[in-house]
């Protein structure tokens, strides 16, 4: 697992660690003993052969960025930060892992609801997660029957990095409101789904965009 020292990726490490044995490789050392910890930096840094496993049975990518702001504020570099960060990084992680994938992995990576339902101030890391998207629809039809490729979309989940948007009572109860389920998404949400797309209980299961969003992608109920 690339990422998982906090949010998302933590809450999916605690799930896993009970029934497999669990590697994340990120910038910061997860709050527990009973997981493999590898220091990296996806950004920057190169995974060696000797860090990984010798045959990898699941991989999620979860680093990305919360980047909003109205087109006309943002650069091009913006948008090519956004662009590493969410899709290029896994590509080149991906590259140093497929070799070690098992005949019957599964990958999990991360989208948003806002490629799917366009929202104002989301251009650059809709554009960025819909890469990621594409990206994950060819490898599922590359890589099939072997390894299955699969993608979380979730709306906004309350977790370290979507922070700003959710440090206070007002704006928590304000983007609940944005949600049919009336409420925002915890880190236990997606990685309930995650771990499923990660188990054999999913293996006909490939190729597939799944919204974890409350609701927030099909319905309007206002």
Request: proline share 5%; glycine share 6%.
């Given at each position: ?50 860090d990984l496993p ?67 101030f989301h251009s ?87 919204g974890v969003d ?9």
């Amino acid at each position: 697992m690339i990422g998982g020292s906090h949010g998302i990726g933590h809450a999916i490490a605690q799930r896993l660690k009970e029934e497999h044995q669990v590697t994340i490789a990120s910038r910061s050392k997860p709050e527990t003993d009973d997981i493999d910890y590898i220091e990296f930096d996806a950004t920057s840094d190169e995974l060696s052969d000797d860090d990984l496993p010798d045959e990898i049975d699941g991989f999620v990518f979860c680093p990305g960025s919360i980047n909003l702001k109205p087109f006309k504020m943002l650069s091009i570099d913006d948008y090519e930060a956004d662009l590493q960060i969410n899709f290029l990084t896994a590509v080149k992680v991906l590259k140093q892992v497929m070799p070690k994938l098992s005949d019957s992995a599964s990958v999990v990576l991360f989208s948003t609801v806002a490629v799917n339902t366009g929202m104002p101030f989301h251009s650059s890391v809709a554009a960025a997660k819909g890469a990621i998207e594409g990206f994950a629809k060819a490898m599922a039809a590359e890589y099939a029957p072997k390894v299955r490729f699969n993608v979380i979309a979730p709306s906004l989940t309350d977790t370290p990095m979507a922070e700003k948007l959710l440090n206070s009572e007002k704006k928590k109860e304000k983007m609940a409101e944005r949600h049919p389920m009336k409420r925002v998404g915890t880190p236990d949400d997606i990685a309930e789904v995650a771990t499923f797309l990660l188990s054999d209980k999913s293996n006909w299961i490939t190729g597939q965009i799944i919204g974890v969003d409350g609701g927030m992608s099909t319905l309007n109920i206002n």
